[in-house]
């Protein structure tokens, strides 16, 4: 009991007041505060130029039959569309609407127009998880998005769209804040532009406000979008990105200039990217759910064509740190690698948060080679919280612990603090170096220190762990599924990388177990990988050295 009551204060000390008020709300009969139904409202004409957004993979295979999360489920009846059967976020999905932004729904205006109608009769107001804001934030802009590239919402679709923005309105997601609010925000701003009344207009100045004292602590100084997730970094960037589209639309003139918002927060997406052009997977990150930062960056282009140049720019090798958001890029010619020296995120809202801590992701000759695991679900289950431990990311563990107190499915209790982070580049080598107590609350208070030196040929990690006490200590990292092993010696694998071998060699008394893991590229899917364990049970303080090396 006396445990529990800490893992909570740990985790509800971080909370602002408005969170813990709206978490108490939600946990009672009155959490959703209904509105008027009446309405009776009418759409703006378009003023400027619309771009064409970023396409959405098709997800519906016939007619109400849709494929989430690689999960087949057809909507038989009206309550399918809150099956007990589905995920949340399968249903979450569901209700999006993002099929409205594939090339599939400008072909097939009346079949779309048919599934948004049966949404509407279905899912009555204020009923369904459909109706959760997030949801309906997201399904508000693609109805939008739909209607403005040419398709025909009907006065029974306006009116309905108009409801959900008004009910939005009151049910404004404080309980949790970040990435949520952002997208609250941002459908205020669609609906209060596209639609035309003078409760549009409060909605809109509500988004503005919104999104004015949002930006500043939502992107960091360097660009990375605060909660630390590519993922959720590649999503935040498109919000911004369609702000700016639908300003330009309406011919409305925005009081905050975006331009270098945007123009760092590319720069950052594209330095926390592998060389295959998709992003790296720290944090709640995986494939799938944002748009390509290909895309991304298109949309951008097309948006700013005067500054098109400057965006596709490609990144100079050596070292790029981003150090307001902890992580840093070292590359050559030959080889990539991202590394966490961060914070576990927004302190506040670290629900996409792993502990993972002084972990990397490395590829070479344009492939991935070394990897964290990624995810493939939100469910509360065992598998989310091993896909959010420490032991599912390439770095060291201690004890079997966590490095953070990850709990529940977007908990955290005791975080991991960075310390004494340190970086030196030169012609010859890249070197870079930090530390973290996440294990100091462990007997004989361990510190993991870590540092890493990239030359032409030769990646070397130093791992120094201070403390007292005899200790377990593994050192792990997750091999890319495509890695095949060629040969496993004592301290020593090699490996074959598309024709091209690779030795990986520990340099301690230890010893090397290779498991066969897991990896989860998207949500829903997983593939076989190898993982290598170097593990050691020693008196502290310990050094291990591992080096990976290759030809050019």
Not at 80 to 108: A, E, P, V
Not at 373 to 401: A, F, P, W
């Amino acid at each position: 009991m006396f445990k529990k009551a800490i893992l909570y204060w740990n985790t509800i000390i971080h909370l602002k007041l408005i969170q813990i008020i709206g978490q108490i709300k939600q946990r009672t009969p009155f959490k959703r505060t209904k509105v008027p139904i009446d309405i009776s409202i009418e759409i703006n004409p378009l003023l400027g130029r619309w771009i064409k957004t970023p396409r959405k993979e098709k997800r519906m295979i016939n007619f109400k039959e849709f494929k989430f999360l690689n999960e087949i489920f057809k909507i038989g009846r009206a309550e399918d569309w809150n099956s007990i059967t589905k995920k949340n976020l399968w249903l979450y999905n569901l209700h999006y609407f993002d099929d409205l932004t594939s090339d599939h729904s400008t072909k097939n205006n009346e079949v779309y127009q048919n599934l948004i109608d049966c949404w509407i009769t279905d899912n009555p107001p204020f009923y369904g998880i459909g109706w959760d804001p997030y949801p309906t934030s997201i399904r508000i802009v693609n109805f939008i998005k739909w209607s403005i590239e040419g398709n025909i919402l009907t006065k029974k679709s306006v009116e309905s769209l108009a409801l959900q923005a008004r009910y939005l309105d009151k049910n404004m997601e404080l309980h949790i804040l970040g990435n949520h609010l952002f997208a609250n925000a941002k459908a205020l701003i669609f609906a209060g532009l596209f639609l035309s009344s003078n409760e549009s207009e409060k909605w809109y100045q509500k988004g503005i406000k919104i999104l004015n004292d949002q930006l500043s602590e939502q992107v960091l100084d360097d660009g990375g979008a605060f909660e630390l997730s590519p993922m959720y970094h590649s999503i935040l960037l498109e919000d911004i990105l369609d702000i700016k589209n639908i300003h330009n639309a309406f011919n409305k003139k925005m009081e905050i200039d975006l331009d270098k918002t945007i123009s760092q927060m590319i720069f950052w997406m594209k330095g926390m990217c592998h060389p295959d052009e998709e992003i790296s997977f720290f944090n709640d990150s995986c494939l799938g759910v944002a748009s390509k930062s290909n895309d991304l960056i298109g949309y951008a282009c097309d948006l700013f064509p005067e500054k098109s140049g400057l965006i596709r720019k490609k990144l100079e090798l050596g070292l790029i740190d981003f150090d307001n958001s902890g992580y840093s890029r070292l590359s050559n010619q030959d080889a990539v690698l991202l590394v966490d020296r961060a914070e576990i995120g927004a302190r506040y809202i670290p629900g996409h948060a792993h502990a993972d801590t002084l972990s990397f992701e490395m590829s070479l000759f344009k492939k991935r080679l070394i990897v964290n695991s990624g995810i493939s679900t939100y469910e509360k289950s065992e598998l989310r919280h091993n896909q959010r431990s420490t032991n599912s990311h390439s770095t060291v563990v201690i004890d079997k612990s966590n490095s953070s107190e990850v709990w529940d499915s977007f908990r955290v209790g005791r975080r991991a603090d960075v310390i004494n982070r340190e970086s030196l580049f030169s012609e010859e080598k890249i070197i870079i170096s930090g530390a973290h107590n996440g294990y100091s609350n462990l007997k004989g208070g361990p510190i993991h220190s870590r540092e890493w030196i990239l030359s032409d040929n030769k990646v070397v990690l130093n791992d120094y762990i201070s403390g007292q006490g005899r200790h377990l200590v593994e050192v792990v990292f997750f091999l890319h599924p495509l890695i095949n092993l060629v040969a496993v010696e004592e301290n020593r694998v090699e490996i074959d990388l598309e024709g091209n071998i690779i030795g990986i060699q520990f340099n301690h008394l230890g010893k090397l177990d290779v498991e066969d893991s897991f990896y989860f590229p998207e949500f829903g899917m997983h593939k076989k990988n190898k993982k290598l364990i170097y593990s050691f049970n020693d008196i502290l303080p310990i050094n291990s050295k591992t080096q990976i090396i290759w030809n050019s």
